[in-house]
């Protein structure tokens, strides 16, 4: 299941040695398909390792650092998908001024989501793999809205 998460870093190790940027914010719902070496932080924080694509042996894991504890992380990432699909509307060409299109996702092939820097509330960026291909697609749900579907079926719009 994903779980929503405040993170304070982001850091690739070795070759894949990148930084994500937290332009578009700091908030992200990650995949715990995804997560690794779940660590208490500062007592009231986590760190962990976090993988882009499970299903590349090539891929070195991110560490992660998040505000939220361990036990909310993991209360979150052990609950079942409401369904193993997820219908998301995501516009085409990843521009926000065309027709967005009713798009079925695997619920387990989204790595994370964050928010849309041109409109925090309103839209939020979805990465997943799909036939071994990384798509990162603008979709017209807020990362609650995504939360909510995937967890119970039901969109939120706050």
Do not use: Q
């Not at 079942?80 to 387990?108: G, I, P, Q």
């Not at 793999?129 to 603008?138: A, M």
Request: some cysteine; proline content about 1%; hydrophobic content about 35%.
């Amino acid at each position: 299941m994903l779980t929503k998460v405040t993170l304070s870093k982001w850091e690739g190790l070795g070759k894949d040695k990148r930084i994500k940027d937290t332009t578009n914010g700091d908030t992200f719902l990650l995949n715990g398909n995804r997560i690794n070496g779940l660590l208490v932080r500062a007592s009231t924080k986590s760190s962990l390792m976090f993988v882009d694509n499970d299903h590349d042996y090539r891929e070195k894991a991110a560490y992660l650092e998040a505000a939220e504890t361990t036990t909310a992380i993991t209360t979150d990432i052990d609950k079942t998908w409401n369904s193993a699909m997820v219908t998301l509307n995501f516009y085409t060409d990843n521009d926000s001024t065309k027709t967005a299109v009713a798009t079925k996702v695997n619920c387990e092939s989204i790595a994370y989501v964050y928010k849309d820097a041109t409109l925090p509330t309103g839209r939020s960026w979805v990465v997943f793999y799909e036939g071994g291909k990384r798509r990162e697609l603008l979709c017209n749900y807020s990362i609650d809205g995504i939360f909510s579907l995937v967890d119970d079926g039901n969109l939120t719009t706050s």
